[in-house]
């Protein structure tokens, strides 16, 4: 099983700043990586998929990078919506596997 | 509107038995891939199964031989047959849609239903 390791595991940062989200890869998962966005009592949101390609209707400020092994999100300027946990989740073997998340918190 | 709604959820003894279903709308089940993914209280997500277009199903290794996924073209709904219920699998279950193209990425999810093993 390709074990997923995110971090960190919380992040504080203040709106309008720049928040890096991390997430590695136990073995290589190639460019099968996706991101995604959960709020208190939400289902998860889909943002990234392909490692680096926004899904429907995601704002530009939301950018993915890596492949192989290191993954990155980036959020160019957070927005109050963005206060979130984020999770990671490789499809490139089975079983598919997630992240443990990070939660960004309001600074 | 494309939409998942799961329902089914309950409280169950441990050892037994409950069927989950997740009725979709705005597209077909037989047409889409389709997971359950789980997230046990104050816990991350972890995925449980798919079912492919063709009709083949994977499984995490811990509901092989006690989880069932399904589907029924005539009434456009997905199942989660759970056997053998554990503690451990006290969750909320969220069904979810391939995104077209990258079908293992979920794009569409339901609201959940919670599942809760406890005598």
């Known amino acids: 099983e390709i074990v997923m390791t995110q971090s960190p595991a919380t992040l504080s940062v203040s709106p309008g700043e720049r928040a890096t989200l991390s997430c590695r890869a136990s073995?290589?998962?190639?460019?099968?990586l996706a991101w995604y966005q959960q709020k208190p009592g939400q289902a998860p949101r889909l943002l990234m998929y392909g490692a680096f390609t926004r899904a429907t209707g995601i704002p530009a400020r939301f950018s993915g990078s890596g492949s192989g092994t290191e993954f990155t999100l980036t959020i160019s300027s957070l927005q109050s919506e963005d206060f979130a946990v984020y999770y990671c989740?490789?499809?490139?073997?089975?079983?598919?596997?997630f992240g443990g998340g990070t939660k960004v918190e309001i600074k | 509107e494309v939409q998942l709604v799961e329902s089914g959820g309950d409280l169950v003894q441990p050892g037994g038995s409950l069927k989950l279903s997740c009725a979709a709308s705005g597209f077909t089940v037989n047409s889409n891939y389709l997971s359950w993914v789980r997230q046990a209280p104050g816990k991350g997500l972890e995925w449980v199964s798919v079912?492919?277009?063709?009709?083949?199903?994977y499984y995490a290794d811990s509901m092989k031989g006690r989880f069932t996924i399904s589907r029924d073209s005539s009434e456009n709904t997905l199942f989660l047959q759970m056997n053998s219920l554990r503690s451990e699998d006290t969750a909320v279950y969220y069904c979810?849609?391939?995104?077209?193209?990258?079908?293992?990425?979920?794009?569409?999810w339901g609201q959940g239903t919670m599942v809760t093993v406890s005598s």
């Open positions: 979810a849609r391939g995104l077209m193209g990258t079908p293992l990425a979920s794009d569409i």
């Open positions: 079912i492919y277009i063709d009709g083949s199903t």
């Open positions: 073995q290589s998962v190639s460019r099968s």
């Open positions: 989740q490789q499809y490139n073997n089975w079983p598919l596997t």
